[in-house]
């Protein structure tokens, strides 16, 4: 799923391709995508784009006079750019959404059977903010912001980096990321930390999402972002099970559930142990290893 470094970048070239454009037509290829209908979604055509923001993991564009689009990428989502003069040929099934504009068509496409991705037309702050799951922006807020909403619950971690709620745009990939940066359990409960490993975290998160922001910015350059995912080289243990730790050379472990998994250095972030995996330790039981040297 694309997470705030991804949103951040795809506004910004969204930035330089549209603001101030009119946008004049947007076709439906899916009529899923769309989760609402008052106001009818033809009303977005012939305004121009006045504006361009973050809400969370969407993407928001105004049209001005109170009326916005709001694109939900969910998992498998991603935006791609046609030029005018482009002559790249257009994916097929794939694409759940046209949205034409005098310079170009910027096509929201759908990976998979599963169609998640979303498209809101509404009108009106309040609609708008009904959409906000209400999460602070990490690179905005204090270490105290931060540490309160982080104590709202007695949560994992990992649970409280990801939970849209308390934070803005932090997801799988990048919660991974923090939490190796700050050498800290994803199962650690967010009120059983101290005062100075939630100012590590803290830390941690901005570091690690302003260092990938820069990343992705450099990447994409002055084209339109294409290779949009979860997996990237240069992580420390996100989508790297097995593979060296980057710090100490541990093998990076993992934490499997539902679809997702998590990634952690049992050296760097867990004193050594082992975190059950939910089949694994099952299966295994008894057997299940508990530290690095039984694992050895």
């Known amino acids: 799923m694309p997470e705030l470094p991804d ?19 947007v076709t439906l290829k899916n009529p899923f995508l769309l989760r609402t209908v008052d106001p009818p979604l033809a009303l977005a055509g012939g305004r121009s784009v006045v504006g361009l923001r973050r809400l969370g993991k969407r993407i928001v564009l105004d049209l001005g006079d109170g009326f916005f689009l709001v694109i939900h990428l969910m998992i498998a989502g991603r935006l791609r750019w046609l030029g005018a003069d482009s002559r790249q040929k257009r994916p097929g099934r794939i694409v759940l959404a046209e949205f034409a504009f005098p310079n170009g ?118 084209g339109f972002p294409e290779r949009v995912t979860a997996f990237r080289e240069g992580m420390a243990v996100h989508g790297r099970y097995g593979k060296p730790c980057p710090v100490c050379g541990t093998p990076v472990q993992r934490i499997r559930y539902a679809e997702n998994e998590t990634n952690y250095c049992a050296r760097c972030q867990t004193g050594g142990k082992l975190l059950a995996d939910r089949a694994l330790s099952r299966l295994l039981k008894g057997d299940w290893p508990k530290s690095l040297e039984e694992l050895e």
């Open 7 to 25: 949103i951040t970048i795809y506004l910004e070239a969204l930035e330089r391709r549209i603001l101030g454009k009119p946008l004049q037509q």
């Open 105 to 222: 068509i910027l096509l929201l496409t759908e990976a998979g059977t599963r169609r998640r991705a979303s498209l809101h037309f509404v009108r009106g702050a309040e609609a708008l903010e009904d959409l906000d799951r209400g999460g602070i922006d990490v690179l905005a807020g204090t270490t105290g912001e931060f540490a309160e909403r982080l104590r709202v619950e007695n949560h994992t971690l990992k649970r409280a980096l990801t939970d849209p709620r308390l934070f803005s745009g932090i997801g799988n990939a990048y919660s991974d990321e923090i939490l190796h940066t700050a050498r800290l359990s994803p199962l650690a409960l967010s009120r059983k930390i101290t005062d100075e490993e939630v100012t590590r975290l803290h830390r941690a998160t901005h570091q690690v999402l302003t260092e990938w922001i820069a990343r992705l910015r450099v990447e994409a350059g002055e």
